[in-house]
């Protein structure tokens, strides 16, 4: 009898989602890696969003009353908003393509958010 009990370990990526059962499956892993670039450019897409809204509001505040100052910004507005709904809209084309042809990594297209 011995004292000392064999120890089994998993080597796992915590970024991709149940890698212990991905390692085995290139398909799985490939949707995998999509799924987590897909979700990372997405976010930063939405940092990128927040940028431009914090930086037009702060070009409103100091336009100080002179007119093409202050249009600039509202067009500076306008554009991150067009933005953002061009990011939406992608992501929704994405999830409609990959139910339409049976893509599984863009069928079950999700957003992880990060988390702690």
């Known amino acids: 009898m011995s004292l000392i009990k064999p120890i089994y370990a998993a080597i796992t990526n915590p970024v991709l989602k149940d ?7 290139p398909t799985a892993y ?5 799924q987590t670039i897909i ?22 505040i100091s336009s100080q ?12 507005l306008l554009y991150a908003f067009i933005g953002i709904a061009i990011i939406f809209s992608i992501f929704a084309l994405l999830k409609v393509v990959g139910s339409i042809f049976g893509i599984a990594g863009l069928e079950s ?3 992880t958010w990060p988390s702690l």
């Open 39 to 60: 979700s990372i450019l997405f976010i930063f897409g939405l940092i990128y969003f927040i940028y431009h809204i914090v930086l037009s509001g702060y070009k409103m």
């Open 109 to 111: 297209l999700t957003i």
């Open 19 to 25: 890698s212990a059962s991905i390692s085995n499956n």
């Open 65 to 76: 009353g002179d007119p093409k100052k202050y249009e600039e910004a509202q067009h500076s």
């Open 30 to 34: 490939t949707n995998s890696v999509i």
